[in-house]
Nanobody
């Protein structure tokens, strides 16, 4: 079992930045791909980005490419989502997820999920 806890969400003005963290417990994250997803009210959960097990490869949704960066510190069992140049349309609950794979899955078929953290971007 892997328990994931997100933190770092909050209210920010458009153009601002936030850094989300996803701390894992229960098992080492070093063998898991880690994804970030988000869900806005009334919308389906959507892919934001993913980082592979060793942190050398990432993939991002077009909507966040160039603005968001995923990184990981396997020694701390933590994954990060740095969000810059935030827009009101980035407002959503953000979730991290873990999947034991060497691939970079972009669909929500992950093994473990956090409880989510709210990000609100005001215009």
């Amino acid at each position: 079992q892997v328990q994931l806890v997100e933190s770092g969400g909050g209210l920010v003005q458009a153009g601002g930045s936030l850094r989300l963290s996803c701390a894992a417990s229960g098992r080492t994250l070093s063998i898991y791909a880690m994804g970030w997803f988000r869900q806005a009210p009334g919308k389906e959960r959507e892919f934001v980005g993913v980082i592979n097990w060793n942190g050398r490869t990432t993939n991002y949704a077009d909507s966040v490419k160039g603005r968001f960066t995923i990184s990981r510190d396997n020694a701390k069992n933590t994954v990060y989502l740095q969000m810059n140049s935030l827009k009101p349309e980035d407002t959503a609950v953000y979730y991290c997820a873990a999947r034991r794979t060497v691939l970079l899955p972009t669909t929500p078929q992950y093994d473990y999920w956090g409880q989510g953290t709210q990000v609100t971007v005001s215009s």
